[in-house]
């Protein structure tokens, strides 16, 4: 009984150090969806205030956050494709479903509603006013003439943006159609047919002129950007399904092309081509080639050089111009209206943390002369131009500030104005948030391995001060944790979860493995990583022996947890190691990759991958089942049923697995949430029990230890 309340005062004196909860923490506002008008100073933005997503606005030459919808219920529809019209006189919206999903279905309804909600088009007044429904669809673009073009049911659809008239459908057509794009003049509408093995690129005039198709072939063509006068498309062009099935475990090079085609005739010719190479293929980052239309250029996104960079081409072709040189990443990349500069995120900056940070970067379309607009310890992220060319809008944060929206000129060193800070609650706890600290470790191939340390400054009672510990590793895997609040706003999440814990004692280790995103390409693109041999997880491991070599840490209470692909390794790590690992908590993460990916790998055809069983028994022998013999920590095992990025069954049979195996199992079930958590009630409920799950078996753990039991839990 002594050891048992000995234990719980080391918990209790971190939280008395740092008092706050879940609740604090998760009541920041999150803003995401930025946008701006192509003419004056006015912005618009998606705000999510623990869980009701409104339209806000500002406009020059105060930029005073307004807010334009009354969405007053956590019922999980997100606010995406936020849009101003050229004019800036009205907001268009979608509401509803599930953006960040990998395959389709019916709309998510996280509330359990009874009748279940629908993914629609709405606008509204920026000056105010009730908003229209102009129907449903998704993907909506706008015209000069202020008609919105959206994808409705595989169609092309269209309404006036002041929703007078109901919508209709623009054409019909073999194939998906998507990604409409106006001409600048509003007097066409280029778009993708998506063929199943193949994709085409359309023209429509008007209903009596036939379409125009832009040099058809048996390739993939996609992404149609139009010239600033309308009188060309540049698009990108891969090549399409089918030839003799390949290795499953060697990488092999995606060519890719950019094309300039006349859109009077639709001929066109190839304006460059990537090097044949791994580091050529389609980059594999936010945005993806990022193709933009400048002003007598074209400018894209390559990993040619090992790195994903900008580069731009002159429109009558020639060599591609390198336009950001340096051991960093472009993402979140925007143009300006005249068509001259590029604004876009970087981990870029003077000092050596900045490579895991993010920081604001302007750069001509005709030069390599980038310049970094905003220097420092903060984060920045998401940069639009505004129509009058005078400023730039962003969201930024820092390590104890969650993200705002801001406004500052667009030159460097210039004032940056703040934009709804307002909306942060007043209990929030920024003053008591510890600021992440960079470490470098190797991993054992000698790998260098970049994580961030939460450690609040207070010291537990027993064990000589030494504290519990946890690595927390992200999803994705294309992600990159950083040291701040991050733009998404499920990693968002991650870093207040990370930021409690560090305030209830634990030291927590946030792990940016290889397969992530921010360290170049090769660094993302590692041998035998994933379903090929996991060899990321040699960078968990290279994390837990750092933990371990630090004086406060118990290296008796070292914990695992993550979402996603985080969750497996979570659960890899408990398989594996449970002679380090003392517990964890895995949040709908993948188990066995042969299931996973068996459509994909056993579509029935004549001719089969040459490795085709050597690539399954590497998948077998990466997947977390394979190690249930193995396994003895005890798990909080968390997933909703509605998740369309991995299947709820991966967890259902990992739990029938565990339980045959006698492992301690706990399990919290969110019906008809997605993989995303659409609801804020939902993140409170998996962060309370994530931390409440540690702290009460490192509790327990430790009243083993003073008792002189370490190790012997009994599962």
Same mark, same amino acid.
């Given at each position: 009984?002594?050891?048992?309340?000995?234990?719980?005062?080391?918990?209790?004196?971190?939280?008395?150090?740092?008092?706050?909860?879940?609740?604090?923490?998760?009541?920041?506002?999150?803003?995401?969806?930025?946008?701006?008008?192509?003419?004056?100073?006015?912005?618009?933005?998606?705000?999510?205030?623990?869980?009701?997503?409104?339209?806000?606005?500002?406009?020059?030459?105060?930029?005073?956050?307004?807010?334009?919808?009354?969405?007053?219920?956590?019922?999980?529809?997100?606010?995406?494709?936020?849009?101003?019209?050229?004019?800036?006189?009205?907001?268009?919206?979608?509401?509803?479903?599930?953006?960040?999903?990998?395959?389709?279905?019916?709309?998510?309804?996280?509330?359990?509603?009874?009748?279940?909600?629908?993914?629609?088009?709405?606008?509204?007044?920026?000056?105010?006013?009730?908003?229209?429904?102009?129907?449903?669809?998704?993907?909506?673009?706008?015209?000069?003439?202020?008609?919105?073009?959206?994808?409705?049911?595989?169609?092309?659809?269209?309404?006036?943006?002041?929703?007078?008239?109901?919508?209709?459908?623009?054409?019909?057509?073999?194939?998906?159609?998507?990604? #409409? =794009? &106006? /001409? %600048? $003049? @509003?007097?066409? +509408?280029? *778009? !993708?047919?998506?063929?199943?093995?193949?994709?085409?690129?359309?023209?429509?005039?008007?209903?009596?002129?036939?379409?125009?198709?832009?040099?058809?072939?048996?390739?993939?063509?996609?992404? #149609? =950007? &139009? /010239? %600033? $006068? @309308?009188?060309? +498309?540049? *698009? !990108?062009?891969?090549?399409?399904?089918?030839?003799?099935?390949?290795?499953?475990?060697?990488?092999?090079?995606?060519?890719?092309?950019?094309?300039?085609?006349?859109?009077?005739?639709?001929?066109?010719?190839?304006?460059?081509?990537?090097?044949?190479?791994?580091?050529?293929?389609?980059?594999?980052?936010?945005?993806?080639?990022?193709?933009?239309?400048?002003?007598?250029?074209?400018?894209?996104?390559?990993?040619?050089?090992?790195?994903?960079?900008?580069?731009?081409?002159?429109?009558?072709?020639?060599?591609?111009?390198?336009?950001?040189?340096?051991?960093?990443?472009?993402?979140?990349?925007?143009?300006?209206?005249?068509?001259?500069?590029?604004?876009?995120?970087?981990?870029?900056?003077?000092?050596?943390?900045?490579?895991?940070?993010?920081?604001?970067?302007?750069?001509?379309?005709?030069?390599?002369?980038?310049?970094?607009?905003?220097?420092?310890?903060?984060?920045?992220?998401?940069?639009?131009?505004?129509?009058?060319?005078?400023?730039?809008?962003?969201?930024?944060?820092?390590?104890?500030?969650?993200?705002?929206?801001?406004?500052?000129?667009?030159?460097?060193?210039?004032?940056?104005?703040?934009?709804?800070?307002?909306?942060?609650?007043?209990?929030?706890?920024?003053?008591?948030?510890?600021?992440?600290?960079?470490?470098?470790?190797?991993?054992?191939?000698?790998?260098?391995?970049?994580?961030?340390?939460?450690?609040?400054?207070?010291?537990?009672?027993?064990?000589?001060?030494?504290?519990?510990?946890?690595?927390?590793?992200?999803?994705?895997?294309?992600?990159?944790?950083?040291?701040?609040?991050?733009?998404?706003?499920?990693?968002?999440?991650?870093?207040?979860?990370?930021?409690?814990?560090?305030?209830?004692?634990?030291?927590?280790?946030?792990?940016?493995?290889?397969?992530?995103?921010?360290?170049?390409?090769?660094?993302?693109?590692?041998?035998?990583?994933?379903?090929?041999?996991?060899?990321?997880?040699?960078?968990?491991?290279?994390?837990?022996?750092?933990?371990?070599?630090?004086?406060?840490?118990?290296?008796?209470?070292?914990?695992?947890?993550?979402?996603?692909?985080?969750?497996?390794?979570?659960?890899?790590?408990?398989?594996?190691?449970?002679?380090?690992?003392?517990?964890?908590?895995?949040?709908?993460?993948?188990?066995?990759?042969?299931?996973?990916?068996?459509?994909?790998?056993?579509?029935?055809?004549?001719?089969?991958?040459?490795?085709?069983?050597?690539?399954?028994?590497?998948?077998?022998?990466?997947?977390?089942?394979?190690?249930?013999?193995?396994?003895?920590?005890?798990?909080?095992?968390?997933?909703?049923?509605?998740?369309?990025?991995?299947?709820?069954?991966?967890?259902?049979?990992?739990?029938?697995?565990?339980?045959?195996?006698?492992?301690?199992?706990?399990?919290?079930?969110?019906?008809?949430?997605?993989?995303?958590?659409?609801?804020?009630?939902?993140?409170?409920?998996?962060?309370?029990?994530?931390?409440?799950?540690?702290?009460?078996?490192?509790?327990?753990?430790?009243?083993?230890?003073?008792?002189?039991?370490?190790?012997?839990?009994?599962?």
């Amino acid at each position: 009984m002594r050891a048992a309340i000995l234990a719980a005062a080391v918990i209790a004196s971190s939280a008395r150090a740092q008092s706050f909860s879940i609740s604090q923490i998760k009541s920041y506002p999150f803003p995401n969806e930025l946008t701006a008008a192509a003419r004056g100073g006015r912005i618009a933005y998606a705000l999510d205030e623990q869980g009701k997503r409104n339209i806000w606005v500002a406009d020059a030459p105060a930029y005073t956050a307004r807010r334009l919808t009354n969405y007053a219920l956590d019922d999980g529809q997100e606010l995406t494709s936020v849009t101003l019209t050229d004019d800036g006189r009205y907001v268009v919206y979608v509401r509803g479903g599930d953006h960040g999903s990998n395959w389709a279905g019916p709309p998510p309804n996280p509330l359990s509603l009874p009748t279940a909600p629908k993914v629609e088009i709405w606008s509204v007044p920026f000056d105010g006013g009730t908003p229209t429904r102009l129907g449903e669809g998704d993907d909506p673009v706008i015209s000069s003439g202020n008609v919105v073009a959206f994808v409705r049911d595989r169609a092309i659809w269209t309404a006036p943006v002041d929703g007078k008239t109901a919508a209709k459908k623009l054409f019909s057509m073999n194939g998906d159609a998507g990604d #409409p =794009r &106006w /001409s %600048p $003049d @509003g007097t066409r +509408l280029a *778009f !993708v047919s998506g063929r199943v093995d193949h994709s085409l690129i359309g023209i429509f005039t008007n209903d009596s002129t036939p379409i125009r198709w832009i040099a058809p072939s048996t390739q993939r063509d996609f992404s #149609p =950007r &139009w /010239s %600033p $006068d @309308g009188s060309h +498309l540049v *698009f !990108v062009r891969t090549p399409g399904n089918g030839g003799a099935p390949d290795s499953l475990l060697v990488d092999h090079p995606t060519a890719w092309s950019i094309w300039r085609a006349d859109a009077r005739t639709g001929d066109a010719h190839q304006l460059w081509k990537s090097p044949f190479t791994l580091r050529g293929s389609l980059p594999g980052t936010q945005g993806s080639t990022n193709l933009l239309y400048g002003a007598g250029r074209i400018a894209f996104l390559s990993e040619m050089d090992g790195w994903p960079h900008l580069y731009s081409v002159a429109e009558s072709g020639g060599d591609a111009l390198l336009l950001t040189p340096g051991r960093y990443m472009a993402e979140h990349i925007s143009m300006s209206g005249d068509g001259k500069w590029i604004a876009f995120a970087a981990n870029a900056g003077s000092n050596v943390d900045d490579i895991d940070r993010r920081h604001l970067v302007r750069v001509p379309v005709d030069r390599a002369e980038p310049q970094v607009l905003t220097p420092g310890a903060g984060l920045e992220w998401t940069p639009v131009f505004t129509g009058d060319g005078a400023s730039v809008a962003f969201i930024g944060a820092t390590t104890s500030r969650p993200p705002a929206p801001a406004i500052m000129p667009a030159q460097a060193g210039s004032a940056i104005r703040w934009i709804g800070l307002d909306r942060i609650p007043s209990d929030f706890p920024t003053s008591q948030l510890v600021v992440p600290r960079r470490v470098v470790f190797h991993a054992s191939d000698g790998l260098e391995i970049h994580g961030q340390l939460f450690e609040a400054d207070n010291a537990s009672l027993a064990r000589g001060g030494r504290k519990p510990a946890v690595i927390f590793v992200h999803g994705g895997p294309p992600r990159q944790m950083l040291l701040g609040w991050h733009y998404s706003d499920y990693y968002s999440n991650s870093y207040a979860t990370n930021q409690y814990l560090a305030s209830r004692g634990f030291v927590v280790l946030s792990v940016n493995y290889r397969l992530g995103i921010g360290y170049g390409r090769d660094f993302q693109h590692p041998a035998n990583g994933g379903s090929r041999g996991a060899s990321e997880y040699l960078d968990v491991l290279a994390g837990a022996q750092y933990l371990r070599s630090l004086r406060e840490v118990d290296p008796s209470r070292l914990g695992i947890y993550g979402g996603s692909y985080g969750g497996f390794l979570t659960a890899l790590a408990l398989g594996r190691n449970s002679d380090l690992f003392a517990g964890g908590v895995d949040i709908h993460g993948v188990h066995d990759w042969t299931t996973e990916r068996a459509a994909s790998l056993l579509a029935p055809r004549y001719e089969k991958q040459p490795d085709l069983q050597r690539a399954l028994d590497v998948a077998w022998t990466s997947s977390p089942v394979s190690s249930v013999k193995t396994w003895r920590s005890p798990v909080l095992l968390i997933h909703g049923d509605d998740d369309r990025n991995v299947r709820f069954s991966q967890t259902i049979s990992l739990a029938r697995r565990l339980e045959r195996k006698g492992v301690l199992l706990e399990e919290i079930v969110l019906p008809d949430d997605t993989h995303h958590m659409m609801r804020h009630t939902n993140f409170i409920t998996v962060d309370s029990a994530t931390a409440a799950w540690f702290e009460r078996r490192f509790a327990r753990s430790a009243a083993q230890a003073a008792s002189g039991r370490v190790g012997s839990t009994s599962h």
